[in-house]
């Protein structure tokens, strides 16, 4: 029988810094919640609003697998590999922290916020190589689809990562109901739900709700509203 975790809107963690108001589903620098410390290899999903010409200075990341997903505006990054890149919405950005990187990431305009979904996993090989990835989605093709945004596959669609998992965006109308078939036995699946209102597996959640379940192959999805917008997390329970 399946099992399922729900964590609402209003039971995330907050910080608000004035230029930076952030949201943690888990566990994350001041919000330490015993029962939220991670869902299988998931560890960080952060949702964060970030004022314009404002962010994150230079800090070291290690044996991480990082992923950004801007919501809203653009991101600027800059890191210790030498890479530097805008980041904006329809991109997805990727680094394999491995051994050890440096970046920066601050809000590219100044005259807007940026909304981002930060999300780290705990990676299936340590001490790998640093490396970093970014591509630009055609969102066109998340409407009524799950569109695959990650995998651990470098040949497969979106960015890849050192764990097996899976990541897919869709875009929704009201009414639109399909399954999402489990990719690898073991796996979990957490939905966040970036907009609208969906109900998954018999469970109705609104924006900026989140629902983990595992021990199952397959979860049932229909959309409640015509803004439905979703996120989809495919990891292993195991760590």
């Known amino acids: 029988m399946a099992q399922i975790v729900l964590h609402q809107n209003n039971t995330r963690g907050h910080a608000s810094h004035g230029w930076l108001d952030a949201h943690h589903t888990f566990s994350f620098a001041n919000y330490h919640n015993p029962e939220r410390m991670h869902f299988g290899v998931l560890r960080v999903l ?14 070291p990341h290690d044996n991480m697998e990082i992923i950004t997903i801007p919501l809203k505006g653009a991101l600027a990054h800059q890191d210790s590999l030498g890479n530097s890149a805008i980041v904006k919405q329809g991109d997805i ?6 051994t050890g990187v440096k970046h920066s990431e601050f809000n590219a305009n100044a005259d807007e916020a940026v909304n981002l979904l930060q999300i780290w996993l705990f990676p299936n090989k340590k001490n790998v190589v ?9 969102i066109a093709e998340r409407h009524n689809n799950f569109q695959q945004i990650l995998s651990p596959d470098p040949d497969d669609a979106g960015v890849w990562i050192h ?8 875009q929704f109308d ?12 073991g796996n979990g699946m ?12 018999g469970h109705e959640l609104n924006t900026r709700d989140g ?29």
């Open 174 to 185: 009201e009414g639109f109901e399909t399954d999402y078939q489990i990719k690898r036995k």
């Open 130 to 138: 640093p490396r970093y990835g970014q591509l630009s989605l055609d």
């Open 46 to 59: 952060n949702d964060d609003r970030i004022d314009g010409g404002m962010g994150f200075g230079t800090h």
């Open 93 to 98: 950005q990727v680094m394999s922290a491995g």
């Open 211 to 239: 629902l983990g379940i595992w021990d199952t192959d397959a979860i049932n999805f229909k959309a409640l509203t015509a803004d439905a917008e979703v996120l989809l997390m495919d990891v292993p329970m195991e760590l």
């Open 163 to 170: 764990q097996d998992a899976w990541f897919s965006l869709g």
């Open 190 to 201: 957490y939905a966040f739900v970036i907009n609208g209102k969906v109900i998954i597996d």
